[in-house]
């Protein structure tokens, strides 16, 4: 089926041509947009297993989601709680703390979601023949996941984001990038 993968990632964590963890917002703008991308091939997916069911398009689509969750999810949300949430909890401006708590919150809700939404795709992957196709609770799963994911992007780039860029700032920003180089074996 055309349109299924996503041929543009082909490392999960790693750049968007032009974009370097020199650059440590810009990477975690990327990583947003990639975000997007897996939540929209995973809607894809979900109409494509509907109608030609667990065949070798559908699989490779269920790798490539769970390949982008399960590395660099988490690095980008440890980008966060390290490096972007703490200065903003420090300010103390009780608007922005307010979203930041429900930030981190978020993050570990998305990850005992994602176990689950993990496992459907999983069946997929190793589904045989007669297959019945994702289960209605694995259909809530995948929409929970998309609409919590959703919501955490639009308070991080519209609230989080700006608030930390006028913050992490010189050497800050410096330790930052090399941060994020280290913990994923990048050589700067």
Known sequence: MAGIRLHDISLPGH????????????????C???????????????AHVRTHGADPQARDAARDVMRY???AGPHHHEDEERHVFPPLLAQRDPAVVAVVIRL????QEMAVMWAQVRAA??????????????????QQCFDAYDALYRRHLVDENGVVYPAARSLIRGE?????????????????
């Open 15 to 30: 750049a968007s041509p032009g974009v370097g963890f020199e650059a440590p917002f810009e990477m975690l703008d990327a």
């Open 32 to 46: 947003h947009e990639r975000v997007e991308r897996m939540l929209g091939l995973l809607g894809k997916l979900r």
């Open 69 to 71: 969750f399960d590395q």
């Open 104 to 107: 981190k919150q978020d993050h």
């Open 121 to 138: 795709l999983m069946a997929l992957v190793e589904s045989v023949e007669g297959w019945p196709g994702f289960s209605a609770e694995d």
């Open 172 to 188: 800050t920003l410096q330790a930052m990038s090399a941060d994020m180089m280290a913990r994923r074996g990048v050589v700067g």
